[in-house]
């Protein structure tokens, strides 16, 4: 990379108050030492509440990536956590298939537009389902990151080609 | 008869279980590599008090972080719990939470809500 690239990535960040950021292949090894890092950034803050979310919606977020990259490694995941105005934002990314998205796209706008009472009984009602079809917490972990944000979900997909499409999801605190 | 003793990881909560005195507790943190491979053996020994608990049990539940997926196999022990009660066997569970954990709080009111036959206590330590 032109290492003037790299200072523009670097502005980029700054400006943007980014606290962690990573993109590449994920694993759980990688997700173990980021919630080690994270939680000693967010010790730092001092604000246990709020870093118990934080560090919350991260894992589910890192456990959601490291689902949909197991069987394709080629397929990096990212994760951004920032600062600004107070307020923090956790960002996660991940490559699926197009086919996937479509009935994400439907839960996901089901959750933005439900208030915290309705996700609450959602998920005690995700916490007995099976968890066969979906992956290890079967859109459990999707209610864990809608509850305990402070505002709604934001989320978007992006085109890479006829089957796959990338995905962000974005939670604030 | 069942008895359990899982020391704590970094990632996996203590277990002890002892049918003999009618005690069963989980603490720690809960994000195990492998949720199946881990909560297996505690669901299967769980589900064996149901048939061979020959007194009252006392549950004590205190996690630090518990993860969706060791939420899910908390449910199936919480199952086997239930299936203690409906044995016969009187069970008291009491859910620990620090003072100032909403998370946590929060998980054990749901608990309750999903058992509601289930006598749970949730607790600030």
């Keep these: ?173 | 008869m069942s008895e359990l003793h899982i020391a704590a990881t970094e990632r996996t909560p203590e277990i002890l279980l002892s049918a003999n005195n009618g005690t069963f507790s989980m603490k720690g943190e809960s994000f195990p590599e492998d949720v199946s491979a881990f909560y297996g053996q505690v669901i299967v020994a769980v589900d064996q008090l149901a048939l061979n608990l020959t007194k009252p049990l006392t549950v004590d539940v205190a996690m630090i972080y518990i993860n969706s997926s060791s939420i899910k196999a908390m449910f199936r022990i919480f199952e086997g719990l239930e299936a203690v009660r409906k044995n016969g066997q009187a069970v008291s569970i009491t859910w620990h939470h620090q003072e100032d954990d909403d998370i946590m709080q929060e998980l054990g009111e749901d608990f309750k809500d999903r058992f509601p036959d289930l006598p749970i206590e949730v607790n600030a330590a």
């Excluded at chain 1, 394709?72 to 998205?101: H, K, L």
């Design chain 1, 1 to 173: 990379m032109d290492i003037s690239k790299a200072i523009d990535i670097r502005t980029a960040m700054r400006a943007s108050g980014v606290i962690m950021a990573y993109n590449g292949t994920v694993s759980d090894e990688l997700m173990v030492s980021l919630a080690d890092i994270l939680k000693t950034r967010m010790e730092a803050m001092d604000d246990a509440k709020r870093s118990r979310v934080v560090f919350s919606i991260f894992m589910e977020g890192m456990q959601n990536l490291i689902w949909h990259g197991r069987t394709n490694q080629n397929a990096p995941g990212m994760v951004c956590i920032s600062q600004q105005d107070g307020e923090i934002t956790v960002v996660c990314g991940n490559r699926i298939q197009r086919e996937e998205s479509l009935k994400l796209n439907e839960t996901l706008e089901q959750l933005q537009r439900a208030d915290k009472d309705t996700i609450r009984q959602l998920y005690r009602e995700g916490m007995s389902k099976s968890s066969e079809h979906e992956g290890p917490g079967a859109g459990l972990g999707l209610l864990e990151i809608a509850r305990r944000a402070s505002h709604p979900i934001s989320f978007a997909f992006m085109d890479v080609d006829e089957d796959h499409v990338d995905f962000f999801l974005a939670a604030r605190i």
